[in-house]
């Protein structure tokens, strides 16, 4: 199976992660977070890029990962307002039983921004991590309208 995560070159050559805080871990949780699709996992970027857009700086990752090892969470089961940032101490207790009762390689979770798209979120303690595979690292080439907006709006 197949996930991709947009990053700056930098760190698009592998699989590390910053143990940074994120809406489904809290902080020291070493979880990589990508998405089924690249075109959630650009607006996934984006949307966390206010002013600052995208450039061939940019690349898209592509993650081999097994089908298998992998617990999704259903909307439905989520708390109503789990899309606002209010939730994230609620999202955050919940993907970190996860990792820290390691029931998974992969926890797939809706986008906050398109609830009917998923993103895998990688437990990389997890024994199975080993068989991850980064397979390919793709160039971006940036559309400029998107530049554009994203200035427009900068803080």
Same mark, same amino acid.
Request: glycine residues 4%.
């Given at each position: 199976?197949?996930?991709?995560?947009?990053? &700056?070159?930098? !760190?698009? &050559?592998?699989?590390?992660?910053?143990?940074?805080e994120?809406?489904?871990n809290?902080?020291g949780?070493?979880v990589?977070?990508?998405?089924e699709?690249?075109?959630?996992s650009?607006?996934?970027n984006?949307i966390? %890029?206010?002013?600052?857009?995208?450039?061939?700086? !940019?690349?898209?990752?592509?993650?081999?990962?097994p089908? /298998?090892?992998?617990?999704?969470?259903?909307?439905?089961?989520l708390?109503k307002?789990w %899309?606002?940032? /209010?939730?994230y101490?609620?999202?955050?207790?919940?993907?970190?039983?996860w990792?820290?009762?390691? %029931?998974?390689?992969?926890?797939?979770?809706?986008?906050?921004?398109?609830?009917d798209?998923?993103?895998?979120?990688?437990?990389?303690?997890?024994? /199975?991590?080993?068989n991850?595979?980064?397979?390919d690292?793709?160039d971006y080439e940036p559309?400029? %309208?998107?530049e554009?907006?994203?200035?427009?709006?900068?803080?």
């Open positions: 199976m197949l996930a991709f995560r947009i990053a &700056h070159y930098k !760190y698009a &050559h592998s699989l590390s992660v910053s143990g940074f994120g809406r489904w809290s902080k949780k070493l990589l977070y990508a998405s699709n690249i075109a959630t650009l607006l996934e984006i966390y %890029r206010t002013g600052t857009g995208f450039n061939n700086d !940019y690349k898209i990752m592509v993650i081999y990962h089908e /298998e090892h992998i617990e999704q969470i259903i909307t439905s089961n708390p307002d %899309r606002s940032m /209010e939730s101490d609620q999202l955050q207790k919940i993907g970190d039983s990792y820290d009762e390691q %029931r998974s390689l992969c926890l797939k979770v809706p986008s906050s921004i398109l609830p798209n998923y993103n895998v979120i990688f437990n990389t303690t997890h024994p /199975e991590f080993k991850v595979k980064l397979i690292v793709l559309d400029e %309208r998107l554009k907006l994203l200035k427009k709006y900068k803080k």
